[in-house]
């Protein structure tokens, strides 16, 4: 495993981080997501990020019992708060009644007093920058939280919260999670630059599309038993890719790329994301341990420009890169 800086912040994270949407606590059954935490740490990982909302909080709690027994200070704990967790009105959003209530509830789920890192789950358009913050920057203080973050933030909202913390003296964020992949490049026109100039690490999810990348989905046919797109929320994550075949077929010409790189085709995917010198890490899921073992192999893998020079003729006009399809919701969920 290979480690780096979150950000410009004194926090060392691993290069490849385990994340549960979609897996624990619905998909994946918990004795299997407990053996692919498990094959996580042997392996070297020592980041795992969840979120509230996944499996209705459900996910939080498998992986607190997963890591049980592990040492605290040797592992880093991110979670996630925005989306709805209840049927009220404050249920959800960024206030501070909703930041405050939402902490101490995934801290009771994980078992742990503390985490590495809070992360805005979405930019909420109805409290104000500055409530958000300060609300944050109190965990901070608390020692409840150590470092905030922000996910599927746009460069201005990142922007307009690097200046608000300034101005008040406030903790800044120190990371941002946006959808990061081959095809999906919406980050590095303007995420990127801002992020850089301001010392943001990027911890990216869905470096291999929700699995498209690894090569299992083929044009025309209908998706594998028990793969992620086989499932309702993953394939309404991947429609998108899914149901433009070219893209599919596309996909299927980075084999012998892969082949000639000595890497499978989730790895090849993982290590192109490792290429930008802003992300931090690469959350990847699993459903079985053996999937973790082949994922991390990409950790420390440079591959040379004239590979990441034919992965773009490859996929051509099939890679998304318009910043506007980075989208929070204009009305709570």
Aim: with cysteine; glycine share 10%; aromatic share 6%.
């Amino acid at each position: 495993m290979e480690f780096r800086h979150l950000g410009r912040s004194g926090l060392v994270v691993s290069e490849i981080a385990y994340g549960n949407w979609i897996t624990h606590g619905s998909q994946v059954e918990e004795e299997a997501a407990v053996a692919c935490v498990r094959a996580a740490l042997d392996e070297g990982v020592t980041t795992f990020d969840t979120a509230d909302v996944y499996a209705e909080g459900r996910a939080e709690e498998v992986l607190g019992r997963a890591l049980k027994g592990e040492r605290r200070d040797g592992v880093e704990i991110f979670s996630k708060v925005f989306a709805p967790v209840g049927p009220g009105r404050n249920d959800r959003g960024l206030s501070r009644k909703h930041i405050i209530r939402g902490v101490e509830e995934s801290l009771r789920r994980l078992g742990t007093d503390y985490l590495d890192l809070y992360q805005a789950h979405r930019f909420d358009h109805h409290t104000p920058l500055e409530e958000t913050l300060r609300a944050f920057d109190d965990l901070v203080r608390q020692g409840k939280v150590l470092y905030v973050g922000v996910s599927e933030w746009r460069a201005e909202e990142i922007e307009r919260a690097v200046k608000i913390a300034d101005e008040l003296g406030l903790d800044r964020i120190v990371s941002n999670q946006p959808q990061y992949n081959m095809l999906w490049r919406v980050i590095e026109s303007e995420v990127v630059p801002v992020s850089e100039r301001e010392g943001i690490g990027q911890i990216v999810w869905s470096p291999i599309a929700q699995g498209l990348l690894t090569g299992k989905y083929l044009p025309g046919q209908t998706p594998p038993a028990g793969s992620r797109a086989s499932g309702e929320t993953g394939r309404q994550v991947m429609g998108r890719f899914l149901d433009d075949e070219e893209t599919v077929r596309r996909v299927q010409e980075l084999r012998p790329l892969a082949e000639e790189a000595g890497l499978s085709m989730a790895q090849l995917a993982i290590a192109w994301v490792l290429q930008n010198g802003n992300v931090s890490a690469a959350i990847v899921g699993a459903s079985r341990p053996e999937q973790v073992r082949d994922n991390v192999r990409a950790a420390g893998v440079r591959l040379d420009a004239d590979l990441l020079r034919r992965i773009d003729e490859v996929l051509g006009d099939s890679v998304r890169r318009d910043p506007t399809l980075t989208v929070s919701p204009a009305q709570r969920p």
